[in-house]
C-alpha cells in the first residue's frame, strides 16, 4: 500500500530523495497544508460530549536512533544494528521490537471488527520512520498506513508530532527547534500523505521535555503554533501555577494554557494536556489510565461543566510489560468497555484532539483554560520589574538564582529529572552547538536570498548531520559507544558544510 501524497493543490512529495529522508525543500507547500484549522475529529467522531464523564487517553512513543554503524559505515537505524549484531547485549528483542512498530496496524482493525472503539496516540520518531524504510519493512510500513490513510480506522488513531531526531529542547539550539519540527511534518507527509498531516494537531516533546529557559519556552511554542499545533502533551511535574504552587489535583485532568513570558516581555500561549506522574510503561501497559478516569468525573471550566480526562504516554516497545502484557490487557479491557455499553457513554476511550474539538464544539473557550508556566518560571518572575522586562534583567535574575538557589535550574524538566541532558555531555554538547552555528553561518543567509536552496542535495545533507547529532541518544545512554557516534556524526557533518 502506497501513501497518496498529493492534493489538487500540493505536489506529491517523494517518499526518500537520493536515498535520505524527505525533511526539507517544501516548507511553504507544509505550512499551507499545516495552518489549515477545520476540524479534525468532529466530522467523524462516534462521542456525544453530554454522554460522557470522564475519558482516558493513551499513547505510544516509539524511536530507534540513527547510527554511523553499518557494514562500512553507513548511516542505520540502530534497530537494523540489533538485528545484525544479536548477540550483543538485549539485541535478540530486535523482532519483538519491530513486532511493537508494526502490531497496532492489526490491533486496531482486530478492535474495530470486534465492536470496539478504541483509541490510540502515535508519536514515532523521524529517525525509527527512516529506519523502516532503510530495512524495507514494507510490513510495518504498510500497517502504519493502513491505519493512517484508510478513513475506516481515522476516528481511533490520531499522530503526535515531535521533533525528527528525537532531541530534548531544552539543550537544542534555539534555531534549530523548528527545523526538527518541519522535518518531521515533510518526513510524515512524504510517507503518508498531505492529508494524513492536516490531521497532526498535538505534539509529543521527546522525553516529555519541556524548557524552563523563558527565550527557548517562547521560542518553542511560537515555533509549534507557526507550524500548525493546536495543543502540546506535558509531563505534570514540569508544570507549576502562576503562583509557584504546583498544579491541583483536579487541574491535572483538564485541559491547562502553557503561558510563556521571554525576555523581551512577550508573551505567548499553547493548549496543553497534562501527562500524569506514575510509571509509564506499567501504566498504559495495563490499561492504568482506564481504571483512574474511572474515579473522575466531570469538572467546570468557565460556566461549562467538562469530562476530565486522564492523559499518559509509554515506550511502546521497551520491557516485557509493554512487549507482553499490553497486548493481553488492551483486548481484554476494550471487550469489557464494549460489553459495559460500547464505549461511547459514561467512561470513554479519547484522543487528544478529539476531546479538545469537543469541549471547543460545547463552547468550551481555550482561554478560560488554567494558566500555568514552566517549572522555576516564578522564581524568575520574582526577581524582575514585569514592567520593564529586558534581556539584561532577565539574564541577571537568572544568574543569581544559579548561585544561590540549589534547586534551581535552567535545564528544563522531564519525565527523568535524576538525569541531567546538559551535565557530563560537554563533549557532545559542545560539537553539537558547534555544527548548528556552522549550518546557519553558511545557509541562512543563502535560505534568505533564495528558499529553493532547502531543495539542494547538499543543504538536505547538512540538515540531517545537523539533527541527527542532536538526538537525546547520544547522552542519554552515556559516555562511550554513543559519544562516539555522535562525534563521527559531527565531522561528517562538518565535511559537508565545509565543502
Not at 527512516?130 to 514494507?138: A, D, T, V
Not at 502484557?325 to 483486548?331: A, C, Q
Not at 514552566?374 to 534583567?393: E, S, Y
Amino acid at each position: 500500500m502506497s501513501a497518496v501524497t498529493s492534493t489538487p493543490n500540493q505536489p506529491a512529495l517523494a517518499e526518500l530523495r537520493e536515498g535520505l529522508p524527505n525533511i526539507c525543500g517544501w516548507e511553504e507547500n507544509i505550512r499551507e497544508v499545516v495552518q489549515q484549522d477545520e476540524p479534525v475529529f468532529l466530522p467523524t467522531t462516534n462521542l456525544r460530549f453530554e454522554d460522557i464523564t470522564s475519558g482516558f487517553a493513551c499513547a505510544l512513543h516509539l524511536h530507534q536512533p540513527t547510527v554511523p554503524a553499518g557494514a562500512n559505515g553507513e548511516l542505520i537505524s540502530n534497530l537494523q544494528y540489533m538485528f545484525e549484531h544479536p548477540q550483543e547485549g538485549d539485541n535478540h528483542n530486535a523482532e519483538p521490537f519491530a513486532g511493537c512498530y508494526r502490531r497496532m496496524g492489526d490491533f486496531i482493525p482486530q478492535l474495530v471488527a470486534e465492536g470496539c472503539n478504541p483509541r490510540i496516540m502515535l508519536d514515532y520518531s523521524g529517525n525509527l520512520l527512516w529506519g523502516f524504510q532503510q530495512m524495507g519493512r514494507e510490513d510495518i510500513l504498510n500497517n502504519l498506513k493502513r491505519i493512517t490513510c484508510d478513513r475506516t480506522y481515522q476516528p481511533y488513531v490520531e499522530w503526535l508530532g515531535t521533533m525528527w531526531s528525537h532531541a530534548v529542547v531544552p539543550s537544542t539550539p534555539i534555531p534549530d527547534i523548528k527545523l526538527h519540527i518541519q522535518a518531521w511534518q515533510h518526513h510524515f507527509a512524504a510517507m503518508f500523505g498531505y492529508d494524513a498531516l492536516k490531521r497532526v494537531k498535538g505534539f509529543s516533546p521527546p522525553e516529555m521535555h519541556l524548557p524552563n529557559h523563558p527565550d527557548t519556552l517562547y521560542e518553542y511554542i511560537k515555533a509549534l503554533k507557526d507550524c500548525g499545533y493546536r495543543w502540546l502533551m506535558v509531563q505534570e511535574h514540569s508544570l507549576e501555577n502562576l503562583d509557584g504552587s504546583g498544579l491541583s489535583q483536579d487541574q491535572k485532568y483538564v485541559p491547562n494554557r502553557l503561558v510563556a513570558r521571554n525576555s523581551q516581555g512577550e508573551t505567548i500561549s499553547i493548549t496543553i494536556l497534562v501527562k500524569t506522574q506514575g510509571s509509564d510503561t506499567k501504566l498504559v501497559a495495563q490499561m492504568q489510565p482506564y481504571f483512574e478516569a474511572k474515579g473522575r468525573g466531570k469538572q467546570s471550566i468557565g460556566n461549562h461543566s467538562i469530562p476530565s480526562l486522564v492523559t499518559q504516554i509509554a515506550d511502546g516497545e521497551n520491557g516485557g510489560v509493554m512487549m507482553n502484557e499490553y497486548p493481553r490487557d488492551l483486548f481484554r479491557i476494550y471487550h469489557e468497555i464494549r460489553d459495559q455499553g460500547g464505549g461511547k457513554t459514561g467512561v470513554v476511550p479519547m484522543n487528544g484532539t478529539e476531546y479538545l474539538e469537543l469541549l471547543e464544539a460545547a463552547g468550551v473557550n481555550p482561554e478560560e483554560y488554567p494558566p500555568c508556566q514552566a517549572v522555576g518560571q516564578h522564581k524568575i518572575w520574582q526577581r524582575v520589574d514585569l514592567d520593564n522586562i529586558t534581556p539584561d534583567a532577565v539574564a541577571s535574575a537568572i544568574a543569581d538564582l544559579t548561585a544561590t538557589d540549589d534547586q534551581f535550574h535552567v535545564d528544563g524538566a522531564s519525565w527523568t529529572n535524576d538525569l541531567s541532558w546538559v551535565k557530563g555531555y560537554e563533549n557532545v554538547l559542545e560539537p553539537m552547538n558547534q555544527l548548528s552555528a556552522a549550518f546557519h553561518l553558511k545557509y541562512d543567509p543563502l535560505v534568505q536570498q533564495d528558499s529553493s536552496v532547502t531543495q539542494r542535495s547538499d543543504y538536505q545533507q547538512a540538515l540531517l548531520y545537523t539533527l541527527l547529532l542532536e538526538t537525546s541518544c547520544f547522552r542519554y545512554w552515556g559516555q562511550g559507544m554513543w559519544t562516539d557516534y555522535a562525534r563521527e556524526l559531527y565531522q561528517r557533518g562538518e565535511a559537508i558544510i565545509k565543502g
